[in-house]
């Protein structure tokens, strides 16, 4: 199983600091929080990771929006590419 905080950890190696303050202590807090969490209820930390995500980036544009997306679903970056193709 893979660990949310190894995940959050790598995603924001991948995010540019400038103008994203607001993501990156959304990150902060769902890592912070999971820490918490029972293991039976830790689904809901990878749930809010994904709709934080989903709501900050939405359709990835830049570069490390992709990047950031393929951490997230273990998919290559060309995967995501193709699927935002069809």
Known sequence: MRNILDVIGTIVEQI???NNEK???NLYKIANDSVYR???IKYLSWNELSY???DYIGSPVE???FDVYSILTTK???QIKQE???
Do not use: G, I, Y
């Open 63 to 65: 570069d490390w929006h």
């Open 23 to 25: 993501l990156m202590l």
């Open 84 to 86: 935002m193709e069809k």
């Open 16 to 18: 540019p600091e400038e």
């Open 76 to 78: 290559t970056v060309e």
């Open 38 to 40: 029972a293991p039976e």
């Open 52 to 54: 934080r995500l989903n």
